[in-house]
């Protein structure tokens, strides 16, 4: 439907520069049943958790929606094949069923199956070892009643694996299995959760940052928050708080006065970019390394090969890539292909934390291995750990705990029947798809692009395009993009700042080889007039953007963490101040 406009007569899912204002007066003026604090995966899970239980709910985040984790993952759905492994079946089985609902159900125009390999080295006691996992793996899938969405795993020779994947060293392993998961671009899906948060009622700012908590006696009763383009400081009232802050969960808990039952510690994980054509396979390829696994992702007219594990206590807003890390992801799949790559092959590179729980008290309620849910004190609710599969479960575990600090009957969690926006009617209009190419003008692939990442609110796009030809016209230097997507990412998706929508509303900044820099100033000029900048405000997003590329780079080519932790550093995150 045109314009974010939902069809249930529930609001708009729009956040555009008006929705983000009236958002930030009414957290000033009302007493919300919770504030959550945190627009990552799990905070936004977590909002359209509350919302459509019937709760008034608004959202802060410090910095852009997704700008930590939830935008530098693997950008896998999966259930997690090597847990199998450690006999955890009921987490695979957990993430299985999540699979199985967002490809079917909650997100059907953002989740997609994907093929992996997996080659073997050994000839017989692996292949049946394996094949027995993977066999159960795709067994517990179909076991909660939840539709696969993904076909069924396959056993092939070392010839036949070499007809999907040539780029495969035919003396590196004997055969394989291919068995497939799904994924996602992490940080879309993120804004589109948001999205469908504020069609049911929820209050959601961006760039507005956690400064401390209100309370009477022990009590949590809101928090203070910083607008951090404006500098003003607003009480916003709540009966109950969720800190959802991933790597920032101790620093949250600090604002406190302590750290809580929960404290979490901070993984590193690196991941490349590199063109299709440098890997020849139809298929993902998954390996086994000494410490986990790396995977080689299918991604559009890229590969994204990953990902490291290493500890982090330096930088959690820009963790830094290293030399040695780059070095050791090509290292590891270096040792499988025929025509090794180098550092020249690499398009983009990105680094995420993940946030891992350490040290859980007795007190805390450790719902699966992987998450953990605590009332530290009356009025605050704590999650943390887990994955992004399973971000729903997390959610659900949270408002549960939400509901029981409420006085009253809150009604139980419904997100496993909630579509998010784009997704209702979704395979019908991609049916229609070449018909939509004929009517609007577009290449049927622009189209598919768009479906693709828009679901149902493509309209919104082409009708975009009708009114402004000129918004047709693929970005100069990023031609997988259209204008449109650029002017909509600021009217409707809650980008603020240049950076936003090169690296999270777009994934132009790792897809491209000057990540970016060149599509800057056209972005900037699109985004001016819908954002109300200056011509001085707008040279200095074209500036920014541009040293944040070239300290990423630098740090990049230093040996160990410290000393690219200190390049990165070099840049400071400053959040330009808005000139009308």
Known sequence: MADGQSANGLGTSRLGPAERETALKRMGAEEFDVVVVGGGIVGAGSALDAATRGLSVALIEARDFASGTSSRSSKLIHGGLRYLEQRDFELVREALTERG????????????????????????????????????????????????GVPHHRHLTRTKALKVAPSLKRDSFVGAIQYWDAQ????????????????????????????????????VTGVRIRDLESETETDVRAKQV???????????????????????????????????????????????????????????RHWIIGTTDTPWDLDKVHPAASKADIDYVLEHVNAVLNVPLTHDDVEGVYAGLRPLLSGESDETSKLSREH???????????????????????????????????????????????????????????????????SSGLHVARVEHLLRRYGTLVEDLLS??????????????????????????????????????????????????????????????????????????TEREIEYYEKRVEAERISQEQEGDLEADATRRGVPDIVPTMTP
Not at 195 to 209: D, F, N, P, W
């Open 101 to 148: 609902l967002l490809l079917s159900r909650i997100a059907p125009h953002l989740v997609r199956p994907v093929p992996f390999l997996f080659p073997m080295t050994h000839r017989v006691w692996e292949r049946g070892y394996i094949g027995a996992g993977v066999a159960l793996y795709d067994g517990l899938s179909l076991s909660m009643g939840t539709a696969r």
């Open 184 to 219: 996602v671009d992490d940080a879309r899906y993120v804004t589109m959760l948001l999205r469908t948060a504020a069609e049911y009622g929820a209050q959601i700012a961006s760039r507005t940052q956690a400064v401390g908590f209100l309370r009477e006696g022990e009590r």
């Open 242 to 300: 969720v800190n959802a802050t991933g790597v920032w969960t101790d620093d949250i808990q600090e604002l406190v006065g302590g750290r809580g039952q929960i404290h979490v510690r901070a993984s590193k994980g690196v991941h490349l970019v590199v063109p299709k054509d440098r890997i020849h396979s139809a298929s993902g390829i998954i390996l086994r390394t000494e410490k986990s696994v790396l995977f080689v992702i299918p991604w559009g």
């Open 372 to 438: 953990v849910v605590a009332h530290p004190v009356p009025g605050l609710v704590v999650v943390a750990g887990g994955k992004y599969t399973t971000y729903r479960v997390m959610a659900k575990d949270a408002v549960d705990a939400v509901a029981h600090g409420l006085d009253g009957k809150v009604p139980g969690s419904c997100t496993d029947q909630v579509a998010l926006v784009g997704g209702d009617g979704f395979q019908a209009l991609w049916n229609s798809r070449h018909r939509l190419s004929e």
């Open 464 to 537: 975009l395009i009708r009114e402004r030809p000129d918004l047709g016209r693929p970005i100069e230097g990023a031609d997988d993009y259209l204008r449109a997507e650029i002017v909509y990412a600021a009217t409707h998706e809650g980008a603020r700042h240049v950076n936003d929508v090169l690296s999270r509303r777009t994934r132009i900044s790792i897809e491209t080889w000057d990540r970016g820099v060149r599509a800057a100033r056209e972005v900037a000029e699109l985004l001016a007039p819908e954002l109300g900048w200056s011509d001085e405000q």
